[in-house]
T-cell receptor, first 114, second 109 residues
Framework: EPEVTQTPSHQVTQMGQEVILRCVPI?????FYWYRQILGQKVEFLVS????????KSEIFDDQFSVERPDGSNFTLKIRSTKLEDSAMYFC????????????FGQGTRLTVV | AQRVTQPEKLLSVFKGAPVELKCNYS??????LFWYVQYSRQRLQLLLR??SRESIKGFTADLNKGETSFHLKKPFAQEEDSAMYYC???????????FGTGTRLKVLA
């Protein structure tokens, strides 16, 4: 069964460094998302991406964040200058589109900013 | 405002007891509600959606538009039901999910 895959599973970075979190959505899906979950808190929407552009972003998704779909398969989230409060689990998800609105999630990347 | 509320952070029940995980939503449009589950060390996965009106693993959920609720129920809990459960609202206008805070269900032997 096709899966959304995320790499790395765990990333430790120093405050102020740039990180890139990678996702490979399911190949025929059209909608892509990043969510994050700070430990003990809820799953929060960051950004949605459709037709090679951002369709919506939350207030969390400030200028430090960017997303790209560089090659038609990968979907990346970049945090330009990480802060301690960026430490969280980051989930990628994709939806095929049309009537099927089931979201398929990756296993997540745990980002730890030290 | 679009919002999903799950009032219980933790729900502990004994095996064989009935379970009800509460979910309320706020949405001005026509809601599409889901329950997602996350078992230990696994990814979030769909449990059920209100449109299909099916029972999955013995769980059911009925959308009550009058009470703006979508509670998840199971008549007899099993130990393998222990997991984190998220109620989610899919907004067709913006094509995204809004999640509740989640309820951790612990089924005790």
């Amino acid at each position: 069964e096709p899966e959304v895959t995320q790499t790395p599973s765990h990333q430790v970075t120093q405050m102020g460094q740039e990180v890139i979190l990678r996702c490979v959505p399911i190949s025929n899906h059209l909608y892509f998302y990043w969510y994050r979950q700070i430990l003990g808190q809820k799953v929060e929407f960051l950004v949605s991406f459709y037709n090679n552009e951002i369709s919506e972003k939350s207030e969390i998704f400030d200028d430090q964040f960017s997303v790209e779909r560089p090659d038609g398969s990968n979907f990346t989230l970049k945090i330009r200058s990480t802060k301690l409060e960026d430490s969280a689990m980051y989930f990628c998800a994709s939806i095929s589109g049309g009537e099927n609105t089931e979201a398929f999630f990756g296993q997540g990347t745990r980002l730890t900013v030290v | 405002a679009q919002r999903v509320t799950q009032p219980e952070k933790l729900l502990s029940v004994f095996k064989g007891a009935p379970v009800e995980l509460k979910c309320n939503y706020s949405y001005s449009g026509s809601p599409e509600l889901f329950w997602y589950v996350q078992y230990s060390r696994q990814r979030l996965q769909l449990l059920l959606r209100h449109i299909s009106r099916e029972s999955i693993k013995g769980f059911t959920a009925d959308l009550n538009k009058g009470e703006t609720s979508f509670h998840l129920k199971k008549p007899f809990a099993q130990e393998e039901d222990s997991a984190m459960y998220y109620c989610a609202l899919f907004t067709s206008g913006t094509y995204k999910y809004i999640f509740g805070t989640g309820t951790r269900l612990k089924v005790l032997a």
